[in-house]
């Protein structure tokens, strides 16, 4: 039991490390996936943090993707060149960092007026407020407005995509898995009967509203990294369903669950490309057929609660 | 008799023109068990949730352990030492028997974010004593045997004494219980009412008794209030309440008085 979940972490990120050490045997297209299936599993285990553990409905996540991508690749757009080549892992760890806590700051703004409302109003009030932030980049000269920002250096690699991805999961895990997370799952479960135990029910929904912004926000600026180029339109409300459908198939509240979703649900329209124009189709018709036959999601074997 | 541990002094509350609770004078002493009954609607439920911060009075004062509670967040009222069950049980569904207990016990640790995520030996050593001390209440309650099954899943009598061994783990100065004895038979009740008795005894506490089952309270109460539209009619022993005509109209109507 002791330091397990550290040791869990450690080895964790030692092999992404060393997966991305040799990563150059592999082909570049798959690689270009399995960092898009780490910063997923980011997404989703963040967002589980919201949606699934605290059961806050939240739409809002691809705008604190969005905040923190846009602010990290500004800050490795500007500073990038004043520095030698040794010095760019730091400035990336740095333009991380600080992707991620602007947008946990942007999740702060959003939670504390939002978060008194409850299930739907909740969803609708966090969908606005992640088009209001995707409307602000669009249309601001700084970020490049429709066109977004180009030429970011891709300084993402497995290794960043999949440790980052074992912090994520490490901190939803142990935070949950304690005896002040446990507010977290009262709060879903019940608000009322936890606030008559002593639990403050708002500011444990500003926490996990927070720390799931600030996780979304380092997706964000790996995103960027990787991708080469930022443009509003990627972070629409189409990309927070996706990250809520994640969450839902893999079971909301189950961390095993959502990993798993959040790697079938990236490789799956990749598979799906052979089928071109019907990709789409198949893909919904797959997710309406999980639901049908699965709605508690696809990993809940009906052991909430169970550490 | 030093000062009371609850004071209730002209509490009223209103609704839009609905006067629920009016001029409610009541108080509950330390390891007192005080019982709170009237017919339905006579405003019982109300009263619990002023006491527990859930409704902030109209005007009046609400006082516990000689502090106001006006504006007091039910969360932080329960830090204080109010504890409470509910009327229509209200467990954490999706946690195990133990788990339940053991997240009522987090508002009296100093455990935070930080704590929980470097997992130091301060963070083991809550995480110990926490889940011991909740087994240890379990115990007294003889649920310990199914620490590991789901709250929802016990049968409705162990699922309501749950709500109360939950309700003790926050270390309450006063326990609130709201109807504890709905839709249990009367041998259940039986069990109850020694139950109660017992949890005062045991871990010295006051106990406030919200029922409209008279044979419950008058078993077991100290003192008796009785709330009949928003009002306090009566209050005294049970004996003086039993034979106090204008419970028995509440209860059964004037005729019954006149017979």
């Known amino acids: 039991m002791r330091g397990k979940e550290k040791l869990f972490l450690l080895l964790a990120i030692l092999a992404a490390i060393g997966v991305s050490c040799i990563s150059s045997m592999f082909n570049r297209y798959y690689l270009g996936i399995a960092i898009d299936v780490g910063i997923n599993i980011i997404l989703a285990v963040s967002l589980n943090l919201i949606n699934g553990h605290t059961g806050q ?14 602010m990290a690749a500004k800050l490795t757009l500007v500073c990038g060149p004043m520095l030698p080549p040794a010095a760019q892992p730091f400035l990336f760890a740095g333009a991380l960092l600080f992707g991620g806590i602007v947008a946990a700051l942007a999740g702060l703004a959003v939670g504390v007026p939002s978060l008194r409302l409850r299930g739907d109003y909740l969803a609708i009030v966090t969908l606005g407020f992640g088009e209001i932030i995707r409307v602000i980049f669009q249309t601001s ?47 879903q479960d019940d608000e009322i009967a936890a606030s008559a135990m002593g639990i403050n029910p708002v500011r444990y929904k500003v926490t996990a509203f927070v720390i799931g912004a600030f996780f979304a926000g380092i997706a964000g600026g790996l995103y960027a990294h990787h991708k080469a180029v930022l443009s509003p339109g990627g972070f629409d409300f189409i990309k927070s369903i996706e990250i809520v459908v994640m969450v839902i198939l893999g079971g909301m509240g189950r961390t095993a669950g959502v990993i798993v979703a959040a790697i079938i649900l990236t490789i799956l329209p990749e598979l799906l490309r052979g089928v071109a124009e019907y990709r789409m189709i198949i893909y919904s018709l797959l997710i309406i057929g999980l639901m049908l036959t699965r709605p508690q999601g696809l990993f809940n074997f009906g052991k909430k609660g169970a550490s | 008799m030093s000062a009371p541990l609850l004071d209730l002094e002209k509490v009223t509350i209103k609704f839009g023109g609905l006067t629920a609770v009016c001029d409610l004078d009541m108080h509950v002493g330390e390891r007192e068990l005080v019982g709170l009954i009237g017919p339905n609607g006579a405003g019982k439920t109300t009263a619990f949730n002023l006491i527990t911060g859930v409704y902030q009075p109209t005007s009046g004062n609400i006082q516990f352990c000689q502090k106001p509670t006006a504006g007091v967040k039910p969360y932080k009222l329960s830090l204080r030492g109010i504890s409470r069950t509910f009327q229509n049980i209200r467990l954490f569904a999706s946690m195990t028997v133990l788990d339940n207990v053991r997240t009522a016990m987090q508002g009296n640790r100093a455990q935070r974010v930080r704590d929980a995520l470097l997992r130091g030996r301060t963070f083991r050593e809550v995480e110990a004593r926490v889940e011991h001390e909740a087994m240890e209440l379990l115990k007294i309650f003889s649920l310990d045997q199914f620490h590991g099954t789901p709250g929802k899943s016990l049968p409705y009598g162990d699922q309501r004494r749950l709500e109360i061994v939950r309700a003790l783990a926050t270390k309450p100065k006063l326990l609130l219980l709201d109807e504890p004895a709905a839709g249990m038979n009367p041998t259940e009740k039986q069990q109850l009412m020694e139950l109660i008795r017992f949890v005062k005894d045991r871990f010295q506490i006051a106990v406030l008794l919200v029922e409209h089952d008279m044979k ?8 008796i209030n009785v709330l009949d539209y928003g009002r306090k009619i009566a209050e005294g022993t049970p004996e003086e309440i039993r034979a106090d005509p204008k419970v028995i109209a509440a209860y059964l109507g004037q005729e019954a008085v006149d017979a």
């Open chain 1, 57 to 70: 409905f939240s739409l809002g996540h691809a705008g604190f993707m969005a905040v923190g991508g846009y």
């Open chain 1, 141 to 187: 000269e700084t970020f490049g407005a429709a066109t977004g920002l180009t030429g970011i250096a891709k300084l993402t690699n497995f290794g960043w995509s999949w440790g980052l991805a074992a912090v994520t999961v490490y901190v939803v895990a142990c935070l949950v898995n304690s005896t002040y997370g446990r507010g977290f799952i009262a709060v």
């Open chain 2, 216 to 223: 419950v309270v008058m078993g077991i109460c100290e003192r």
